[in-house]
């Protein structure tokens, strides 16, 4: 693998597993540092990290969904020599299922496993029934919006460095989410845990059953107190259940 794509990992010399993870729009690989703290050490973590941002940041943003996907299958494809793991939020989750699903049409690589939060197969229309079309916003009627389901809070959007550099790539990414159009034909044979926020506008509860018409596997669903975000609170609750996997 190169490093480029992975700012930073924890990897041990004999591993039963390896957890990808694949973080939300705007956001950055660095959003999986905590979970170094409540993951099994017997499971290697390696963060992917999409181009335009952190080490990648002289690259061109993604230029669909399907790219990024494609960029990590390719540097997934070099560790089946374990169990492979995939997780993702938001965005990520819909980049993690579209590379568990090349990994198996390009590789013969199955995927043990997906943990997915807050996400939907076709997010982009989750969005636009909540939000409308979102690049017709204009930059302060969308800081209003990533306010309204938690993106982001009220301090960081008058700080002038968020809407010179951080702006741009959060809505490059909402831009990739609303191009993508979930394919009922790209289905995998991985199980999928499934996490949800109960007060989240974007993700619901019934909208994550969608998740099985996409893969072979069993879709496991379950419900934390918490909005689009909950996963920051609940840490420990979803690395628990990773854990379990080798336990």
């Not at 010399?13 to 017997?42: M, N, Q, T, V």
């Not at 990648?56 to 960029?71: D, M, Q, T």
């Not at 980049?95 to 995927?111: D, E, M």
């Not at 690049?135 to 938690?150: A, V």
Request: glycine content about 8%; charged content about 25%.
């Amino acid at each position: 693998m190169e490093s480029s794509y992975f700012q930073f990992t924890r990897e041990s010399e004999d591993p039963a597993a390896r957890l990808f993870c694949f973080h939300c729009a705007g956001g950055s690989p660095y959003a999986y540092a905590p979970w170094e703290k409540f993951i099994d050490p017997r499971i290697d973590i390696f963060p992917f990290q999409m181009s335009g941002r952190c080490g990648r940041k002289r690259e061109c943003y993604a230029s669909s969904i399907e790219a990024a996907a494609l960029e990590a299958a390719e540097q997934i494809k070099d560790c089946a020599d374990r169990k492979i793991y995939l997780t993702g939020h938001s965005m990520g989750g819909v980049v993690a299922h579209y590379t568990a699903y090349l990994l198996k049409q390009l590789y013969g690589i199955r995927t043990e496993k997906l943990f997915i939060t807050a996400s939907v197969p076709d997010l982009g229309s989750s969005i636009r029934d909540n939000y409308g079309s979102t690049d017709r916003y204009d930059d302060n009627r969308f800081c209003e919006m990533l306010l309204g389901f938690g993106a982001v809070d009220s301090k960081i959007i008058r700080i002038r460095q968020f809407r010179e550099q951080f702006l741009p790539i959060i809505r490059s990414d909402f831009t990739l989410i609303g191009n993508y159009h979930a394919d009922p034909t790209n289905v995998i044979d991985s199980d999928i845990s499934v996490f949800c926020g109960d007060c989240d506008k974007i993700v619901s509860r019934v909208a994550c059953c969608e998740w099985k018409n996409y893969t072979k596997g069993k879709v496991d669903i379950t419900e934390l107190s918490g909005g689009h975000f909950f996963i920051n609170e609940h840490v420990k609750e979803i690395c628990g259940e990773i854990n379990r996997c080798v336990s």
